[in-house]
Structure formats: structure tokens, C-alpha cells
């Protein structure tokens, strides 16, 4: 069965195929800022296949504005804002840079940007809006150079994906189509248009013909034929007839009132989802001169949703907001997607889309993936406790980044997030990825209901201790997101204070309307206070100053086992472990071990002199010297190089 063929169709379809004309529709699939500019749209890369096989499409485009977007601001400001500029916008600050930067060419916007709401209160919150306020004043010009150069293409349909800070520079340049080639069908979708956000972006925005709620691959082929017989001269009762049942559809009526779909149940197979085609926009990137120092890399989609969502929704996470079923391809097509991709564009960086990985793959996929005997830098999103085991057979598959969720190194503050992880199999982890060469990058996270600065305080005093490892890239509090447990269940201590204030000044549309549409709330702050905050983001900038320069490496030698530190600024300090009983008790805190646990251990293989006092006091030897962390009862060992 195919993806047309899903959910049976009316019986009147099948007597009016013949009014449908045989590949007639021009579609062009538009990726507008603030998509990231080093690797295609994975959305509308899988969706292009799908679109150029459609019986009722004559051809399809892809148009990466986003890179058209880097020349023309890097062109207008002489080179004085360019890729670092995009970048921190592309990777999402949540207060809505992105959003406001094209407010300016969203219908009437008087004023110059310092002027603007959003700048005033940004600011005085401590943001950078000097390169952001150049682009801002650019933005109304490339909207229009833009759709004049789609509306002199020919194209029947646009559709436009839109996830993040992209929803405003989608909504612009589909207004500014609208008053230049008011013909031109467009359609949005994306992750900004789950549940009520579609329907909101859809009533708020007449130059939004359709908005397609949910996953595209069930909704657009069914679209695309009604709208091919509607500009075959579709009566207009037929046509309103066939998209209403059209599931998961926002359209309007011949009048241009909006109307609603309910979502289609169930979710797209991943055997049916196409093989993404990246062609477009390898061709487009190079004719980008803003873009030319850019090192590509090529998303493959391995699965979709999280099995762990599906059992414990962590409480701060608003993604998979209606698709949190976890599925995933079989790893021998996946093998076929990624050889493929690699050979077709000689691009080595591969990043797996995936919010967390299929564990199956750990046996399948990635020895796969290390036969292929080629210098591949993986990425993948993992759950923060694997084991070396595991870690060493994703580095021997070519994977170099992962992105591990840690958010914290409090065991309390891990499982009022519902991680499902403690605090010290998040240090293990950070140390076996030092000694694997994985980079993990990974953020710090504060502000849950619940949480004292007790908490925080354990891991603090051991900074210095662990500057060896990998440090967090940001120290941030957490922002009420849409569809997380904190957003729908108040109970669990966030206090919701409506749409973002920020963003609000953005869109200025009334509140009730915002409620529906925007994913980031404001909120009461909790948990740990401004001055807790300010002290926990000052360590953690400490750690990443002092990381580049240390190192604890452990060399096993004979039966002992010498531990080198170069983790302060003087002589480096080296640590014998001479006896077996030493040698063995550390190498078993690799794992990470209660002190009663270590011992009967311990004794249990044969070290009659591991009694308790003997054990105590190796561990307080060790955690004077800094080459153990200790949380609560667990101990850990901090050496990188050694196997467990």
C-alpha cells in the first residue's frame, strides 16, 4: 500500500480521476532563515521525492533562502556579518532574535530596530542585537527580491517548512507573494504547526492558503491532487468537499473562512517515508559566497519519536509534541541512505537526526557502518547512560559527537526531570568520552520547581576535579516550552505567565490568539534563585576556561597502575597505584560503586585485605587527591584512558 493510498478515499475520487490533469502542478519547496546553514533541510529533502513522483506534479524546486539570506546580508554589510552571526541564531537562543530580525518586512513595521519593543526589552536582558539590528533592517528588501524571483517562476504551489525562528520569515514572504502572484498557492508545515499552532498561524495569516498539521508525508500527497483538480475547474462544493477530508489539513472556504481537520491517527511507517535528495542544496552552496568556509554535513533520519518520552516525557522537553511514538528504519536501508549520501556528495559528516537513537542499532547499524572502512564523523543523540561497552562500539562505527542529554549533575535535580539517569553516570560518561576521542556536547540546566542550591553544591565544590572532562557548552534556565510536561500539567510546580512577552511584542496579535500559536511561555522563575543562577554559571564557566590545558590520564603499568594529573596550573603530579588491591579497587570505580559495594567486591575476588577501614580510607586518599568523584554514596573514577 502506498503513502496515496493510507486511508481509503471517497468512492466519487475514483469516478473524478479523470478530471485531475496528468502533471500539471509547478511546486517549489522553500527552506527560509534560520535553518541551519552547514546541511540541508531534512523536511524538505525527504519531501521532495515524494512531491516529483506525485502523478499531479510536472516539477519540483527546492530554494534554500536561508543561503540566499547569508550572500545577501554578507553582500549588503561588506562581510562584517556573516556565518558566526547566523550560527547563533540558527541554534535557537529561544527569546526569538530570529523572529524579530523579519518582523521588519511582516506587514507595517514603523520605526528603526532599537526602537522596536522586542529590542528594548532584549537588551535589557543582555543581549547582542547589534548584528541582529543590521539584519533587521535588511530583511524587508531580500522578502522582496525574493518573491519576485519565485513569482516570476512559473510555480503553481509553494510550500514552506517552518520549525523554530523560522515562522516569521515564512509568514513574510508568503504575505509579500500574496500581493505579488496572488495565484500562487502556498502551503506551510513543520514542527511550528503541531496542534493548535497550526490552526492559529492558519485563521491569523489569510496569505496562508493551507497549513498541514502533523507528519507532511500523509497530508501533502492528498493535498497536491486537490489542488491539481481545483485549477482544473473543481467546483468549489467538490473542492470543499475534498478538503474536508483531507485529515490534518487547516484550509478555507470559498468565503476564506479557515476551517480545521481533525489529525489523522496513527503516524507515517518509516519504510515509507522516501530517501531524502540533498541535490539542491549542494548545488545552492556552491554559488554561496557567504558560506564558502562551510564544512557540510548530511542529515540521515534513522527514527522518529523517543521510546523514552514514550515511557518518562522528561518534564522541560516540548519536542514530539504530537509524534512522541518511537519507530525506526531497519539498519540495512539505513546503510544504503548513508553510503549513498556520502558517495554522491563526498561529505564525511553525517548527522543523525534522530532525538535519541534505536539501541538495536548498536549492534546492526554501526558495525555496518565501520565496515565501510571510511573516516566517518557520526552524531548522534543518546540516552547519558552507556556503558563503555556500548560507547566503544559507537566509536568503532565512525561516531565522533554525540549529544547526550546530561542537563545536570545533581542525582535529585536528573530525576525531577524524570532523566531517568543520576548525577555520576553523567560524570562516567563525560570520562569515558575522553577516553573514546567522543566529543559530547552537552548544556547545564536550572531552574526546576524543587531544586536548592544543595542540589548544585556537591558537584561545585568538585570542579576542579573534573576540568579534564568535557565541559557543558551553555549554563542556562530552562523556558517553559509547548507540549512539555510542565506546560500541561501546572501540578508540577511552573507557573505559566503567558506567551512569551518577548515574542509577543514580535507577532502583535492578541494574547488569546499567542496562547494557541507560540511554543516559548514566560514563567515565575523556580527553583534556584538570580544570585544561585549567576554562582552555578560561574563554575561552569571556570570548567570551560580550564579545560583546554588539563588532563588525568590513568597508564596501566604491570600490575600497578599510575595515574597522571596535569589538571592545575603547576608541575604536573603523578600517582601510583603499586598494589593489587589498589590497581583493582580504582579500575572497579570505573563503573561507579557504592563504598559497601566495593568492598564485598573486592573481598569477593580474592583481596582478603579489603576490609572497611581499608576501603575507606583509599576512597578518602583518592577523593583528597581529586582522582575520584563522589556522589552521595557513589564513588567514581576520573581517569580517562582506562577500559572497564
Known sequence: ??????????????????????????????????????????????????????????????????LRWADHVFSATEGRVGERHFNRIARGDFIGTGEWIFSSALGDQPGKA??????????????????????????????????????????????????????????????ELAAQAPDVITILGGANCEGSQGAALHRNYPSLDYVVRGEAELVLPELLRVVARSVAGLSPEARAAELKAVSGLCWRTEAGEPRVNPPRPGMVPMDRIPTPDFGSYFDELLHTEACKDVLPKVPVEGGRGCWWGEKHHCTFCGLNGTTMAFRAKPPERVLREVADVVKRHQVLDVLFADNIIDMKYLNTLLPGLGEFGWDLRLFFEVKSNLTYRQLQQMADGGVTQIQPGIESLSTHVLSLMRKGVTGWQNIRLLRDCGSLAIFPSWNILYGFPGETWADYAPSISQIDQLVHLFPPDVTNRIRLTRFSPYFSDPALGMTNQGPSSLLSSVYGLPEKELEDLVYVFDSEPAGLDAESGERLERAMEHWQ?????????????????????????????????????????????????????????????????????????????WREHGLIYQDDDHYVALATGLEW
Open 545 to 621: 576556561r580550564s579545560h583546554p590545558t588539563a588532563r588525568l590520564v590513568g597508564l596501566e603499568e604491570g600490575e600497578a597502575l599510575r595515574i597522571v594529573d596535569e589538571r592545575r596550573r603547576r608541575a604536573p603530579q603523578e600517582f601510583l597505584l603499586g598494589t593489587p588491591l589498589e590497581r583493582d579497587a580504582y579500575r572497579s570505580l570505573l563503573k561507579g560503586r557504592k563504598e559497601k559495594v566495593l568492598g564485598k567486591q573486592l573481598r569477593e575476588s580474592g583481596h582478603e585485605t579489603a576490609t572497611a577501614e581499608r576501603v575507606a580510607d583509599l576512597l578518602a586518599e
Open 114 to 175: 532599537a526602537t522596536t519593543p522586542f529590542h528594548l526589552k532584549a537588551a535589557a536582558q543582555g543581549a547582542e542585537l547589534e548584528a541582529p539590528a543590521e539584519m533587521y533592517a535588511l530583511a524587508p528588501d531580500f522578502v522582496r527580491q525574493l518573491a519576485r524571483e519565485i513569482a516570476g517562476g512559473g510555480y503553481d504551489v509553494v510550500g514552506l517548512t517552518s520549525t523554530f525562528d523560522q515562522n516569521i520569515p515564512s509568514l513574510a514572504l508568503a504575505g
Open 1 to 66: 500500500m502506498s503513502l496515496l493510498e493510507i486511508e481509503p478515499r471517497p468512492a466519487q475520487y475514483e469516478a473524478e480521476e479523470e478530471d485531475c490533469p496528468a502533471r500539471s502542478l509547478r511546486v517549489l519547496l522553500v527552506c527560509m532563515p534560520w535553518a541551519a546553514l552547514d546541511m540541508p533541510s531534512l523536511a524538505l529533502s525527504t519531501l521532495t521525492p515524494l512531491v516529483r513522483d506525485h502523478k499531479t506534479v510536472k516539477s519540483v524546486d527546492v530554494l534554500y533562502a536561508n
